[in-house]
Nanobody, 128 residues
Framework: EVQLVESGGGLVQAGGSLRLSCAAS????????IGWFRQAPGKEREAVSC???????YYLNSVKGRFTISRDNAKNTVYLQMNSLKPEDTAVYYC??????????????????????WGQGTQVTVSS
């Protein structure tokens, strides 16, 4: 059974940092493109970042330079390091996985490209 489990969310002051983790089971994470999404109350879900099989990384413009996505294949885990957090980053963050043979899936389909598998989400709250 394929599972994605997020962790690392919490409450942080503006300017602070958090590192989200997306632990994969039931598949090998480097055979997948992995995306991070977020959804704030009353807003649509938006794609934040994506890492392709070849480790190419892509970001939503508003998080470029502040967020970094990375993959640890030995741990079958993808991370989202979030620095210089702002109140507008407050949302539930989800990771999603798509099995693919396309090495740069994120570039081909966009950071919001279709994903078959989703985690349950982790809350990030940034206070001003």
């Amino acid at each position: 059974e394929v599972q994605l489990v997020e962790s690392g969310g919490g409450l942080v002051q503006a300017g602070g940092s958090l590192r989200l983790s997306c632990a994969a089971s039931g598949f090998t994470s480097d055979d997948y493109a992995i995306g991070w999404f977020r959804q704030a109350p009353g807003k649509e879900r938006e794609a934040v970042s994506c890492i392709s099989r070849d480790d190419s990384a892509y970001y939503l413009n508003s998080v470029k330079g502040r967020f970094t996505i990375s993959r640890d294949n030995a741990k079958n885990t993808v991370y989202l390091q979030m620095n210089s957090l702002k109140p507008e980053d407050t949302a539930v963050y989800y990771c999603a996985g798509e099995p693919t043979i396309v090495t740069d899936y994120c570039s081909t389909y966009g950071i919001g490209g279709g994903y078959d598998y989703w985690g349950q989400g982790t809350q990030v709250t940034v206070s001003s």
